[in-house]
Nanobody
Framework: QVQLVESGGGLVQAGDSLRLSCAAS????????MGWSRQAPGKQRELVTEITSGGGTTYANSVKGRFTISRDNAKNTVYLQMNSLKPEDTAVYYCAARNYGDNEFTYWGQGTQVTVSS
C-alpha cells in the first residue's frame, strides 16, 4: 500500500517562509515523479511543482522564483521550500506522485494547510 505523508504546513505572515516535506512509503514504490498541488477555497486544485527522479522540475508561473522543490530519491521524500509567501498562496497543499508512463498524479497525500496572513 502506497502512502504519502506531508508535514510542515502552518500559519505565517506575508513574506515569511515555510518548508513542506512529503515521505512516500510502500514496499516497492519508487515513483518517477513527485510534486505538490494546492487547492484554495472555492478554486480548483492546481499543480504547483513537480520533480522527476532525474531532477527535472516544473513550476507554476505563480510560484517561479519563490518556491523550490527538491527530492531525496533514497528516502522517497520530496521537499517544497516556499519563500516570500503571499496571501494568495493560502491553500491546502497536497503531495502527489506518479509512476513512469502516467500522465497525471495517481497517488495523493492527505493535504496540509498553509495559511498566509497579510
Amino acid at each position: 500500500q502506497v502512502q504519502l505523508v506531508e508535514s510542515g504546513g502552518g500559519l505565517v505572515q506575508a513574506g515569511d517562509s515555510l518548508r513542506l516535506s512529503c515521505a512516500a512509503s510502500g514496499r516497492t514504490f519508487s515513483p518517477y515523479a513527485m510534486g505538490w498541488s494546492r487547492q484554495a477555497p472555492g478554486k480548483q486544485r492546481e499543480l504547483v511543482t513537480e520533480i522527476t527522479s532525474g531532477g527535472g522540475t516544473t513550476y507554476a508561473n505563480s510560484v517561479k522564483g519563490r518556491f523550490t522543490i527538491s527530492r531525496d530519491n533514497a528516502k522517497n521524500t520530496v521537499y517544497l521550500q516556499m519563500n516570500s509567501l503571499k496571501p494568495e498562496d493560502t491553500a491546502v497543499y497536497y503531495c502527489a506522485a506518479r509512476n513512469y508512463g502516467d500522465n497525471e498524479f495517481t497517488y495523493w497525500g492527505q493535504g496540509t494547510q498553509v495559511t498566509v496572513s497579510s
